[in-house]
């Protein structure tokens, strides 16, 4: 576990002691905690009421890294020249549970009530969280004396943080297509990793007949639909795992018809270049799912997808062992020792390579494809199939 602080601390007495201590899983005080920042600010020599006047307690950074933190406790006191410990407490859920901020959206989370700081007084909270990013922000709306209407609340507390959100870390690659809900004829689909490795519908950067179609998926929330003939993307892979680099490659699809044996979702690499050296996401005329190398191939069973039918599919790979996991679950027939030696180069999303009698362009549609430079386990594939709840069809 590793935190960096920069804080300060601005009110009106003259005399301020600031004491900070670490409590690792603490089950008397924070029963749900991974780790507990513990902060009692003592005032010496003043009366200062944190109902009345100003006081404000400002964390600029707080980075805490590790295994991921269920919540944190911000303990203030301020009264009559006292130690007087207020608590304070919300669970910052990454793990797809409704409450509050879940996953690796943009969200912003205002719970119903208020945190009891103490004596009559309490406190309302707002979190909001930047999307495609572990920066959330916590800040109150406002002090009252419970009971009564936020709206008359004083400022108390504003507390910024970065946490290691597995969904983002190491991410290097995101394509949320949802650029039509700002540009209803975007011909780029960004790429919100911040790495740069934005998108090109079709052939060219203006319409062409290898654009796929945008759909929307209910309000902001598109998807890309493919025809199965010569619609496809073509991405950046700046920052994209090579050679036997461990990875992760996920993707939602939705399949109309099998143009051919083995039509391709999504993913990188080209076996001209290294033997084994392609990376990418398909599915087959059986019904199975499969990782595709052009090597060789590792395939779950057939009967497994359907059409017309959403499925999150993810394949990893370790420097070893490639595993296949379908909508939450380790496919137990695909996990292989391969020795796969990737280009990073030629991502393509919707076929599988631009040469000539082997592209196997995918008919439906694609949404949500993320490429990481690290392997998931089971819990967090779990949890970021959870995090996106598809809609029952892709209509256009």
Not at 219 to 238: H, I, M, Q, R
Request: proline share 5%; aromatic share 10%.
């Amino acid at each position: 576990m590793k935190t960096r602080i920069t804080n300060g601390f601005r009110n009106k007495s003259e005399r301020t002691f600031v004491f900070i201590r670490y409590h690792i899983r603490s089950l008397f005080l924070f029963p749900r905690s991974g780790v507990t920042l513990l902060i009692v600010v003592v005032l010496a020599g003043a009366i200062l009421s944190i109902g009345i006047g100003v006081f404000e307690l400002a964390f600029g950074e707080l980075l805490i890294s590790g295994e991921a933190v269920d919540s944190f406790r911000a303990i203030m006191a301020a009264d009559r020249g006292l130690e007087k410990l207020l608590y304070l407490d919300r669970v910052l859920d990454w793990d797809g549970s409704p409450a509050g901020c879940p996953g690796a959206g943009a969200c912003t989370f205002e719970p119903d009530g208020t945190f009891p700081l103490g004596g009559d007084l309490c406190l309302a909270l707002k979190l909001t969280r930047e999307a495609g990013t572990a920066n959330t922000t916590a800040t109150s709306v406002g002090e009252v004396r419970c009971g009564n209407p936020i709206a008359g609340g004083k400022r108390a507390l504003r507390v910024s943080y970065q946490k290691e959100n597995p969904l983002v870390a190491g991410l290097v690659g995101y394509w949320a297509f949802n650029d039509a809900a700002v540009n209803p004829t975007s011909q780029t689909a960004a790429d919100s990793s911040g790495n740069g490795n934005d998108g090109t519908l079709g052939s060219t950067a203006g319409g062409d007949v290898n654009d796929p179609e945008w759909t929307n998926l209910g309000g902001p929330n598109y998807a890309l639909k493919f025809d199965g003939v010569d619609e496809y993307v073509s991405c950046g892979t700046s920052g994209f795992p090579a050679g036997s680099a461990a990875r992760t490659v996920s993707a939602w699809f939705n399949v109309d018809s099998y143009p051919t044996a083995r039509p391709t979702i999504a993913g990188y690499g080209n076996d001209a270049i290294n033997s084994f050296g392609d990376f990418k996401l398909a599915v087959k005329n059986t019904g199975a799912v499969m990782v595709r190398y052009n090597g060789a191939d590792t395939e779950s069973a057939g009967g497994l997808i359907t059409t017309s039918a959403w499925h999150h599919l993810v394949a990893t790979y370790d420097g070893s062992i490639v595993e296949l996991f379908l909508d939450g679950n380790e496919d137990p027939v695909a996990s292989v020792a391969r020795p796969l030696n990737t280009a990073a180069t030629s991502c393509t999303i919707g076929r599988f390579t631009p040469t000539a009698g082997d592209t196997n362009y995918f008919d439906g549609c694609i949404e949500d494809v993320k490429v990481w430079n690290s392997v998931f386990d089971s819990a967090e594939i779990s949890n970021e199939f959870s995090s996106y709840t598809p809609p029952a069809s892709c209509e256009l």
